[in-house]
């Protein structure tokens, strides 16, 4: 008996298809030749800012234990899969397939992983490892895919972790209206609070269990078990059949992206990082309404942006005022020959700056605030006339409407790999000992 790890990605394109249903698909196949499942499905979600990503920028890989004569047979099958089912037609889209033989995933590869969940890596660097290793691979067209493929071989999602169920839709309804009963939705939200996520979008009341394309998935439940998900699936109603689901592990929920940077000079296009640094320009609103702001430490400023549709964040954006502490996250960006720019996924108040600001001084006799009657003319208040030369404008330290801790972008705005506010806490590790029955079906 052999242990496989069988990695692809890039199969999908915006047009339609999907990595995982092509894992789905494979599920039934190798169950079919009697192989066992050493874990479930990895789903491992990459970088998210990488220029020339598809939608979810997601890899898999299948983890299996079988007789060492079978390997060609499979080897085969995923081949005929993978091309039968990618949309190689799009110009972006070249699906990778690589085949790894080992019971351990050796460092260089985890190591790998890491880097390609948070930065950019060269398709030479995957080659090289492929060979080092005695990996079989398969690319088509320019073999980006590749990359992603090799890194979901080595993600073993040893560290903090979800599950998403996904189910499928019979090809017959691809592109057509999901059927989805919406109330059961928001009634398994609120059971299943804190052991799912990004069920509904609190603020909006928008759905998010469900894509909007063509694709072949009809919904997917994110959670922190396997069996909390498969539970909140069974409350779920659709007058839609289910051709069929797939319990995954995942990287998804746990800013794995995310790494920490030292100093703001440190930062590089594509990163995707964590960053301290004090405000130093005012939140200004800027074109299709971004707040932007920049934030300097003593090796240099960086500019950070709230973009529109992520409304936690970007009401704090707007309050924040020079001098502030802060920390952030989120994907690095560049354009052109404009400075980088930090597409903000969450932002921590640190330390808020309490400034002094002068304000016109109130009236003596009926205490509302008065104006100023012109210059060297004093001021005057404009409810009951009352008039002073004498009096002068106040300091006052300005109350700051802000409150010290963590903001993260409303769930509609969230990446895949964000950490959403509910999973404070929930973090694990370690692989489960042992697989639930039911985690695919067929
Ligand atoms: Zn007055």
Known sequence: MVNLHIGFDDTDSPRGGCTTYIAALLVEKLVKLGVGFIDYPNLIRLNPNVPWKTRGNGA?????ECNRDLVRTIFEMVASVVEENSDMGFVDTDPGIVFFQGKKIPLQLRQFAKRTIQNIVRIDEALDLMKSFNCEALGFLTSYGLVGALAAVGETLEGDHTYEVITYRKPESWGTKRKLDLKSVEEMDQKMKGRTYNNVDEETGRILITPRGPDPIFYGIRGETGKDVLFAQGMIRSSESVERYVLYRTNQGTDAHLRRMGSISDIRPFNSVIVNGVVSSMPKLVPKRHRIFAIKDSTGCIDCAAYEPTGTLRRVARQLTIGDEIEVCGGVRSSGNNPLTINLEKIRLRKLSSRLVMRNPRCQKCDKRMKSAGKGKGFKCSSC?????????????????????????????????????????KEKSGKPASMLDHWHTP
């Open 60 to 64: 898999l890989c299948l983890r299996i």
């Open 385 to 425: 006339g009352f008039r002073s030369l004498d009096i002068q404008k106040k300091a006052i330290r300005e109350n700051r409407d802000l409150k010290k801790g963590l903001f993260v972008t409303s769930p509609r705005s969230q990446r895949h790999l964000t950490k959403p506010l509910c999973r404070y806490g």
